[in-house]
């Protein structure tokens, strides 16, 4: 299955030929890499360039490392997990800029706004409009609950992600908004008269998805997003 190092980047092309393996289905999910003297054997390789190449694989989170006598390389496979972390880390603590995350996400949330209203059924319609009568419950409750009208928005953007029904839009938009509070704690003002006009927005966008008018639905979800980052510019 394996052939020896290229010597010029040893680690990486050990690193690149297990990872092939694992994309091209040779190695399945569940399986365990030969053992370590193997391993090396194939390779051509050093015990410490092999085991630096194994730790590259688990930090993506395409295999496991499991130690003891029954241990091994266990095979994962490759999923979102590890993309989702990452990206939820720099999200959750701000090392994203506010204008390249709102750049990112004007652009995408138009998109999944226009699909969702393409694709929403009855539930689902249900959902939104449940979510969008709990954040406005909360605001009408008063300043401290209107932390509860955010969360509330959070998950009505979410749900119109889940509703787009496409697994990239859906994995990216639950990354961005299960961490993207840290950013409102700081930038967005807890205004009545911002709350108001955010509900006001998410009204209409809801009513467009009920209407299946997918141009409404695109356009107003865009310009929620610039709008709402021009405020928090204003705070930053």
Not at 10 to 38: C, F, M, N, S, T
Request: proline share 2%; net charge negative; aromatic share 6%.
């Amino acid at each position: 299955m394996f052939k020896p190092a290229k010597q010029n980047r040893i680690y990486q092309d050990v690193v690149d030929q297990i990872q092939e393996a694992i994309l091209e289905g040779e190695l399945k999910v569940g399986e365990q890499l030969p053992p370590e003297r193997r391993l090396i054997e194939m390779f051509g390789v050093s015990r410490g360039t092999l085991r630096e190449a194994l730790r590259v694989l688990e930090q993506k989170g395409m295999i496991e490392i499991k130690t003891g006598v029954s241990g091994g390389s266990i095979i994962k496979g490759v999923t979102s997990e590890s993309f989702s972390e990452n990206l939820g880390l720099l999200i959750r603590y701000k090392k994203v800029s506010l204008r390249d995350l709102a750049e990112f996400r004007e652009g995408i949330e138009g998109t999944v706004a226009a699909l969702a209203a393409e694709r929403a059924g009855t539930e689902e319609l249900a959902t939104l409009k449940e979510l969008y009568e709990q954040s406005t419950a909360a605001f009408a409750a008063g300043p401290e609950h209107w932390d509860e009208a955010i969360r509330c928005d959070e998950q009505i953007h979410l749900a119109l992600a889940r509703i787009s029904g496409n697994t990239l839009f859906i994995t990216v938009l639950e990354t961005v908004y299960l961490n993207i509070h840290t950013y409102y704690e700081s930038y967005l003002p807890m205004k009545e008269s911002v709350l108001a006009e955010n509900l006001e927005d998410l009204r209409v966008i809801i009513d467009a998805v009920e209407k299946r008018d997918s141009a409404t639905a695109h356009d107003r979800a865009r310009h929620h997003v610039r709008k709402f980052t021009a405020y928090m510019e204003t705070k930053s």
